[in-house]
């Protein structure tokens, strides 16, 4: 499998160094080439990583991650361009966050909206996920049995709603290293 990254920050080299580990080709795509950034990266990975333009990196993945930052997520698709993305599922990881005001960050879209929504508005002909797909999760060690499907681009609304939580929850835990667990308990009907 061939993977495309959007973005040179921190979750595109997270994520993108994860791939490699699982032997994929992985191609960090940057605004402008070369980038400094997804050089250090690729030398640091090995053989199967590569870094090119936004357009390259939708053209060799088959499954494209959009790793950008929230608010500039639009305008790095825009720069790919439409004819890139035909065809493609760009899986948005981005987090919509406005660090404006400093921080705490705020929601940089609330409401009945979503960045994943907005993507999908203004690129029709392309079907955008908004959390990793269910088979790359288990090859990067979750089991199936902890992974829920909350269903199509609708969805993302809660989902980056809910960054708000991940946000406070950072603060008081001190760090971004935790998780939170969904338990389902058997209905007594």
């Known amino acids: 499998m061939h993977v495309g990254l959007l973005g040179t920050g921190t979750v595109g080299e997270t994520l993108g160094s994860a791939f490699v580990g699982l032997d994929l080709v992985v191609c960090m795509g940057s605004r402008s080439t070369p980038n400094d950034r997804a050089q250090a990266w690729v030398a640091a990975q090995g053989d199967t990583a590569g870094a090119g333009t936004f357009a390259e990196a939708f053209a060799v993945g088959d499954v494209v991650f959009k790793c950008t930052c929230g608010a500039h997520s639009l305008e790095a698709l825009r720069v790919a361009g439409a004819d890139a993305l035909a065809g493609k599922v760009p899986v948005d990881v981005a987090n919509p966050l406005d660090f404006s005001d400093g921080s705490p960050p705020r929601l940089a879209v609330v409401g009945d909206d979503s960045l994943a929504g907005q993507i999908q508005l203004a690129f029709a002909l392309t079907q955008v996920v908004k959390a990793p797909v269910i088979d790359l999760l288990t090859e990067l060690g979750w089991s199936r049995g902890r992974v829920r499907d909350l269903g199509g681009v609708a969805a993302a609304r809660a989902t980056e ?25 058997e209905s007594s009907e």
Request: proline content about 0%.
């Open 161 to 185: 709603m809910y960054l708000m939580l991940w946000v406070s929850l950072m603060g008081a835990v001190g760090s971004a290293q935790f998780n939170v667990r969904v338990v389902a308990t």
